[in-house]
């Protein structure tokens, strides 16, 4: 029981946003069944019955997801790298949050991906797992933590599902990943791959431009996505490659696909949290849907605290002791 309403008479408002906050009723306490035992007020023995019968958290899986794509349920991931966003994020009903690296440059300020290490990425990802009670958590391998040989890549791995208590580990490449992908499925740690414009390979390409736009590059594409499937990851990211070549995949595969800039037919998308919410006002490639201008609500909360502060208008005799 949340510390926030034991021992109270509440109001079924009071339940419904405390439960949603908790993420341990989301959705059910607005149902007749709850809103028939009083119109006013529920008391604690009450709300302690309706939870009993509703214990269970629904928590999303890997297995989730292969059964979200049976039925042509869409898969819905972003990105987070702290505890508060990832709560509410959470409690929003995201399917997935993905500790990406994109943690190097959104939260860090790295112009690539590349720098953030280890460490940085186990501290990002146990904030995040503080705040979740539902979704899936996966969490990138940072560059040069898998790359050089199946036993690092797997040491790498366990760290992370040891130290963060994190669902799943994602990392980049096709053929030359298998054999650590096959190494870390083997230990028990679900794996979600990663093709097409894969960032942490920025200075082999040169350019954050779509991939595969050739046949050449699309073909190996088509066979890494086989093989990823075949050493056992439970998904893959497809990143900035034509529509029709990730609906081909897609459609090629039993794992489900997660596009970033890879068209409408994959199973699911995922958006960089701080893109999504306009944070950073400059970056605005076409993939991007940006659902709030964060960065102006933002900028005029800022210049509004700082005028009342300069003004001695902040704060007031309410808000002080
Ligand atoms: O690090 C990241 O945010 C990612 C997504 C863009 C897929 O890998």
Redesign the pocket.
Known sequence: MPKAIEGRRLTLSKVAEVLEATGIMRGSITSPRIECFTPHFLTFTTLKLIMSQHKEVKRITTNTLLKMKQTGEKIAML?AYDFSFARLIDAAGIDVI?V???ASNVMAGHET?LPITLDQMIYHAQSVIRGISHCLVIV?LPFGTYQSNSDVALASAVRIMKETGAHAI?LEGGAEAVESIKRIVSAGIPVMG?LGLT?QSIYKFGTYNVRAKEEAEAGKLKEDALLLQEAGCFGM?L?KIPATLAKEVTQSLIIPTIG?GAGAHCDGQ?L?MHDMLGINSEFKPRFLRQYLQLHALIDTAVKHYIKDVKEKDFPSEKESY
């Open positions: 990105t993905l990406g690296d994109s991906t990138d994602k990663h960032p990211v990143e970033i995922v960089v």
